[in-house]
């Protein structure tokens, strides 16, 4: 990077910890978040980031329901749906959407050589497309085979205020 950071392409996993104060990740993602914002950097993520993040924080929701022994009837279902429809609007507040095409399709069957996770990979072509100078994830399969910048959450953190600091 020869000039500072101002573009970051936000992973799945570094939202979940976001918006779930019972995972490890939660401060980093937070404090991250908020440098971001407070910096006024460009943050985005694509449909399908959405799409998991949707489907995963219902999922954790009812999973972190089932744990307090609570069962999940249709009123609890309904509240972890509305759970995750609200973690999505709350991105969407705050990161901009990078679409997919075929371009991406093609880029992502190139890097499956490289890193077989053909969901991963549409998100590397998603990064590049929105020519983002970091790609942020917590994925150790992703960060070791990421042909696009990339550096987990704390890693991100620790830079960013370094280079933003004052």
């Known amino acids: 990077m020869n000039a500072l950071p101002r573009c970051f392409f936000i992973d799945t996993c570094v939202w979940l910890d976001f918006f779930f104060p019972t995972?490890?990740?939660h401060e980093?993602?937070?404090?991250l978040l908020g440098l971001l914002r407070s910096n006024q950097l460009a943050i985005f993520c694509s449909s399908g980031v959405m799409q998991n993040l949707s489907y995963l924080a219902e999922a954790l929701m009812k999973r972190e329901l089932r744990?307090?022994?609570?069962?999940?009837?249709?009123?609890?279902?309904?509240?972890?749906?509305?759970?995750a429809w609200s973690c999505v609007q709350n991105v969407r507040k705050f990161a901009g959407l990078?679409?997919?095409?075929?371009?991406?399709?093609w880029f992502a069957e190139k890097c499956h050589r490289i890193h077989p996770d053909f969901e991963d990979d549409?998100?590397?072509?998603?990064?590049?497309?929105?020519?983002a100078d970091?790609?942020?994830?917590?994925?150790?399969?992703?960060?070791?085979?990421?042909?696009?910048?990339?550096?987990?959450?704390s890693d991100a953190l620790t830079l960013l205020r370094e280079l933003y600091a004052g």
Do not use: W
Request: with cysteine; hydrophobic share 45%; net charge negative.
């Open 122 to 131: 549409l998100m590397l072509a998603a990064a590049k497309r929105c020519e």
């Open 23 to 25: 995972r490890p990740g």
């Open 134 to 153: 970091l790609l942020v994830t917590n994925d150790k399969a992703l960060l070791a085979h990421a042909v696009v910048p990339a550096m987990s959450s």
């Open 98 to 105: 990078v679409g997919a095409d075929e371009q991406d399709v």
């Open 28 to 31: 980093t993602a937070c404090g």
């Open 67 to 83: 744990a307090r022994g609570e069962e999940i009837d249709d009123v609890s279902g309904y509240v972890a749906r509305q759970f």
